[in-house]
């Protein structure tokens, strides 16, 4: 994917997304002269980026965050490590539906302050129901509530993803380790992907995120939790920056329950991989065929 | 100027960036339970002068034989069986199935825990105790899929720290306790959230409570 017809689909664009929702859709491109600096503009897609251009990439967007946030934070261009492929599983008898997982990545992905953004999001569902459309998600009182059980949602990292399938400008990809990552720079913002994912996992920044600059995670990633920019799609990252480097996902560690599993599918001693064969796992909306990374189980 | 630059954007992909390092069969980092302070003392309420808070150990009261003579006191066959009889351990509360103080503690011996064939067990030796009757749910922490843990997946590059049952569970009351959750997610759609910026009308609001209410 060039550039050029990068820009033809800016404009394909306005005729089907109707005008209003086009003109905020790319609003942050057409403006980019206030906006973008032209070196962000002209940048070429991650994948053809070499190692030293990438570096000069990621000194750029570090002093920009500088300037725009008054925090100097280091970003980071973490690579899959050869042979691993990742995968999560999440014990639906053992989570309380506190929300800590998602106050942890908003927390830890550097999300707007304000709107509480957050990757995760904890449904309460009634007892016998896996209807994900009839699950609140606004809840305010002393859980586990014993009606309900709580299912916390975030990217599935599918591997058959509709959303990589509908991006007309290849700004979303699926990595060698099975994360389905958002080239920020290179995301037009038409919100084609947002529509795609069967699982409300992608979030479009409306406006360019607020975080005071005492609160701003330094731990940063190109692909993952770096501040993006207005009018793009984001993410789950399964936190790649941790994750690539061994450690474990954010959101894992702040589940007071330990009803996340997390872990290296490729490694037959691994924990994931003890659950998928120990206990009776499924994934949501399994006919639609999107094969995802994330499974959900219930203790038998 | 700006067509001819794009113009000239060339694609190619540098092999080098598509992989990390590998990671080396190197010695493994150390796998480290939790031990809470709680095991083998009373707290008081009381502090010293650090802010430390003082607990009291067991033995204090407790002579560490089956004579010992709190125990003798309390009932000739052993000790009190169940919370009601308590007076020194009032506010005790025991809601564990059905089970007595003697299910978990040598008798004589309050300071050491025991198991069903009478074998001793130290204080921090807990798990043990609860694996005994636990045995699936003991199975699941060992493999990980149960009672949670902090630092790295892959243990190859950093140590990992698991949780004690009793981080969780208080031994004498283990259902674990109901928690008032934390802020409920924001709704990025602008109409949602009150910001200034206008939505010209597409896009209509989702009514929050619906998986489908934030954007």
Not at chain 1, 115 to 128: A, D, F, P, Q, W
Not at chain 2, 114 to 136: E, K
Request: aromatic share 8%; hydrophobic share 30%.
């Amino acid at each position: 994917m060039d550039n050029t017809s990068r820009r033809t689909l800016l404009k394909a664009g306005g005729a089907t997304l109707g005008a209003g929702a086009f003109a905020r859709s790319i609003a942050p491109i057409t403006e980019w002269t206030a906006d973008l600096s032209v070196d962000a503009f002209l940048q070429r897609h991650y994948k053809e980026l070499t190692r030293d251009e990438m570096d000069v990439v990621l000194r750029r967007l570090e002093a920009e965050t500088v300037e725009e946030y008054g925090v100097s934070v280091s970003i980071d261009d973490p690579r899959p490590t050869p042979g691993v492929s990742f995968g999560y599983a999440l014990n639906l008898s053992i989570c309380i539906g506190c929300r800590k997982c998602a106050e942890a990545c908003h927390v830890e992905n550097n999300h707007d302050r304000a709107t509480h953004n957050s990757y995760i999001r904890v449904l309460e569902m009634k007892k016998g129901t896996v209807d994900l459309e009839l699950g609140r998600v606004d809840y305010d009182h002393p859980v586990p509530d014993p009606d309900h059980f709580y299912m916390p949602v975030q990217c599935h990292h599918c591997d058959n993803a509709p959303c990589i399938k509908v991006c007309p400008v290849e700004a979303t990809w699926q990595e060698a380790d099975g994360i389905v990552v958002v080239d920020y720079n290179w995301c037009i913002g038409c919100r084609y992907c947002e529509a795609a994912c069967p699982y409300h996992a992608r979030r479009f920044n409306w406006a360019k995120p607020v975080v005071p600059p005492e609160e701003i995670n330094p731990d940063q990633a190109y692909l993952s939790n770096r501040v993006r920019p207005q009018g793009v799609m984001e993410k789950c990252t399964f936190c790649l920056h941790r994750t690539r480097n061994g450690r474990l996902p954010a959101c894992l560690e702040a589940c007071p329950t330990g009803a996340r599993v997390f872990g290296d599918l490729n490694d037959p001693d691994s924990e994931i991989r003890w659950v998928l064969a120990n206990k009776r796992v499924f994934v949501l909306k399994e006919d639609l065929g999107t094969r995802p990374r994330f499974f959900y189980y219930f203790d038998g | 100027m700006l067509t001819l630059l794009l113009a000239c954007q060339t694609g190619f992909t540098d092999p080098s960036r598509e992989l990390g390092p590998p990671v080396s069969d190197g010695p493994q980092h150390p796998v480290e339970v939790h031990v809470p302070r709680s095991l083998g003392v009373v707290d008081t309420a009381l502090s010293d002068i650090h802010g430390t808070p003082i607990g009291v150990d067991c033995a204090t009261c407790h002579e560490p034989d089956a004579s010992g003579e709190v125990w003798a006191e309390s009932d000739s066959a052993g000790g009190p069986s169940s919370a009601t009889e308590l007076t020194f351990h009032r506010g005790l509360v025991l809601r564990h199935g059905d089970l007595s103080c003697a299910s978990c503690h040598a008798p004589g011996e309050p300071g050491t825990l025991r198991l069903a064939d009478d074998r001793r067990l130290d204080m921090a030796d807990t798990i043990r105790l609860c694996a005994q009757c636990h045995g699936p749910k003991f199975e699941s922490y060992r493999h990980g899929a149960h009672g949670g843990m902090n630092g790295y997946w892959d243990t190859r590059r950093g140590p990992r720290l698991r949780n004690h049952c009793v981080d969780c569970h208080a031994p004498h009351d283990p259902t674990y306790a109901q928690m008032v959750p934390t802020f409920p997610p924001g709704d990025r759609n602008p109409l949602g959230a009150g910001r200034s910026v206008d939505a010209s009308g597409h896009e209509p609001t989702h009514t929050n409570g619906t998986a489908d209410g934030q954007h």
